[in-house]
């Protein structure tokens, strides 16, 4: 009978495993000085090694001739063990065997001494499909294990894995194979079996298999089923990566916009009954490739035949980071959305607009209709700081405003005659009192604070806030709400920030609750010795080291 070339070479000692160094020396090493743990942790992707290791591991132990911490392979046990008739290795899939009772079984077998061997030793695949019930079951026999008890836990998802259950044991982290790594081992596999393998084809294979050393093999085993001799065309057509011209049409239309020629792409293959799903994964992988071919020209971390990375070469030079950034996260979403959709072809098809809009002038014109509406509250520009207006709702401008806009429109085109002369004057400003005018959209900022920080509405409720420009002047109750205030002070200013689309210098300060904040806001200081709150946020303004002029 036929053995697939996986499971013929599968490695027989730890010299034999490649790419996982920092395991098999401490696996030896635990075995030559007699320092063996009572459970193993073996995680990691698909055909890294996980149960490879656990096998070869699991026959070091008992071997009586092992030498360097691995099996001498020649005595009765390795023997017995490599033909998977040794009673004291026991592999357990626990993707079959899931229930409690199943685990119940097995800690009933645990208490008897092992037939042949020196330990009896559990080796438990795909531990992560247990159920709670058997998670529990297990983890009292793993607490207060029999002296001649070995459990090693192989899972590739280790987070479904109780912390109860990890903490007992010692966790190993597998890594994927190298590039390099599967290739020689290819290249050797080929040469032993009478394989011709081209070492482009070698490298292409070991790509595709994604850093597992399991789908290497079969891919390899695949080829010789479809031709004697394996090189690059034989690698694409035998993993069904070659005649993949709709891809790059479809990504020409992408970044061409191109919606017509799109659809017409996608109906055929939906028509071939190409499944939408896939379809996207194969997007992305391309997407990455784009991605990596525009951040580090030259990698060999691409996914592709030589031919094709021309052409996304060529699409590459069409377009810059951020748009593919943008195409990959719109695909990502799309594959999550497909999972759940009730017609996958609409959902991919969305998609497909989607990214024909973000190099089109469609999403540009909404935006500028938006922007330029006159009921958004920062419809006109925030970073103009020549009118109160940007920063306040559309409600009415009172002429005194206007007239301070169109002054301080004249002062900005004089600063612009010298950019220089205007950054070092930019600090600088005339403030009076009277500047200050009552912030008209603060009811619409406190609404915002009842949803995103309730905590702060009962100190903002019966606060009254005044802007100049940049600055915005907050005026609370009392001392209390003052103190309240300033413990939230990075809610408040992320709220206000998020609203305005821009940062403003915020002050707060009390009153008492005898005072209309607007009154004392208009008082002159001449007739009152006791300052306003607008003087004291000027003068808080300069302890901060902001240049005022007041006058």
Known sequence: MYHALYRKWRPLTFDDVVSQPHITTTLKNQIQSNKIAHAYLFTGSRGTGKTTCARI?????????????????KCEICRCADNESLTDIIEI???SNTGVDDIRALKESAEYLPEQCRYKVYIIDEVHMLSINAFNALLKIMEEPPQHVIFILATTEVHKVPATI??????????????????????????????????????????????????????LDQC????????????????????????????????????????????SL??????????CNELLE???????????????????????????????EQTDMINILDKIEILSECNENLTKATS???????????????????????????????????????????????????????????????????????????????????????????????????????????????????????????????MILIIVKDAFDLKMFKLQISDVNRIITDFFGRKFTVSVKAMDTSEDPEKKLNENDGNNQTLSPVDKIIDKAKE???DLEIK
């Open 57 to 73: 591991f699991a026959k070091a132990v008992n071997c009586a001739n092992s030498s360097g911490g691995n099996p001498c392979l």
């Open 93 to 95: 899939d626990a993707a």
């Open 166 to 219: 990890i903490s007992r044991c010692q966790r190993f982290d597998f890594r994927r194979i190298r590039t390099e790594d599967i290739v020689s081992r290819l290249e050797f596999i080929a040469y032993q079996e009478g394989i011709k393998l081209d070492n482009d084809a070698a490298t292409l294979i070991a790509k595709i298999s994604d850093g597992g050393m399991r789908d290497a093999l079969s891919l």
């Open 224 to 267: 010789i089923a479809y031709s004697d001799i394996v090189d690059l065309k034989t690698v694409s057509d035998a993993a069904g990566i070659a005649g993949r011209d709709y891809l790059f049409n479809i990504l020409d239309g992408i970044f061409s916009s191109d919606i017509t020629g799109i659809m017409k792409t996608v109906s």
């Open 270 to 279: 939906y028509d071939m009954a190409k499944d939408m799903t896939r379809l």
């Open 286 to 316: 391309q997407m990455r490739n784009l991605m990596l071919i525009k951040a580090v020209p030259g990698n060999d971390m691409v996914m592709c035949l030589p031919d094709e990375y021309k052409r996304l070469e060529a699409i590459a």
């Open 344 to 470: 996958k072809r609409i959902e991919f098809e969305m998609c497909m607009v989607k990214l024909c809009a973000k190099n089109s002038n469609i999403a540009k014109s909404h935006f500028n209709a938006y922007t330029s509406d006159n009921s958004n509250p920062i419809s006109k520009n925030v970073d103009d700081k020549s009118e109160i207006s940007s920063v306040k709702s559309p409600q009415k401008i009172t002429e005194k405003n206007e007239e301070t806009s169109s002054v301080k429109n004249s002062d900005n085109k004089n600063n612009q005659s010298n950019s220089n002369e205007h950054t070092s004057n930019s600090l600088k400003k005339k403030v009076t009192t009277k500047d200050f005018t009552p912030l008209d959209c603060w009811d619409e900022i406190v609404d915002r604070f009842r949803n995103e920080c309730p905590s702060a509405v009962g100190f903002l409720s019966a606060s009254k806030a005044f802007i100049y420009e940049n």
């Open 544 to 546: 901060l080291n902001i």
